[in-house]
């Protein structure tokens, strides 16, 4: 088992920044992909950062691509989102995940999920 434990999130006007934290502990997830995701209300959730705890590889959702930056501290176990020039569309529930293939982007695929933690931004 893997457990997953977000913080960071808040209320933030337009422009703003916001960190996001996942600490994890349970077995060994060295093996695993580290992923973001986020659902507003009413919609799916979706993909928004992913990053490999070995190597460090990252990529991004086109929408969030220069703005946001996922990175890790792997002597704390911690995966960490970096969220510049927040816009109000931006605004969701905010998930971090851990799953096995560096490749999907689909929320199905990944085995372990945080409680998430809200993300608003005002206009």
């Known amino acids: 088992q893997v457990q997953l434990v977000e913080s960071g999130g808040g209320l933030v006007q337009a422009g703003g920044s916001l960190r996001l934290s996942c600490a994890a502990s349970?077995?060994?997830?060295?093996?695993?992909?580290m992923g973001w995701f986020r659902q507003a209300p009413g919609k799916e959730r979706e993909f928004v950062a992913v990053?490999?705890?070995?190597?460090?590889?990252?990529a991004y959702t086109g929408s969030v691509k220069g703005r946001f930056t996922i990175s890790r501290d792997n002597a704390k176990n911690t995966v960490y989102l970096q969220m510049n020039s927040l816009k109000p569309e931006d605004t969701a529930v905010y998930y971090c995940?851990?799953?096995?293939?560096?490749?999907?982007?689909?929320?199905?695929?990944?085995?372990?999920w945080g409680q998430g933690t809200q993300v608003t931004v005002s206009s």
């Open positions: 990053i490999r705890w070995i190597g460090g590889s990252t």
């Open positions: 995940a851990a799953g096995l293939s560096y490749y999907t982007r689909k929320a199905a695929d990944y085995d372990y």
């Open positions: 349970g077995r060994t997830f060295s093996s695993y992909v």
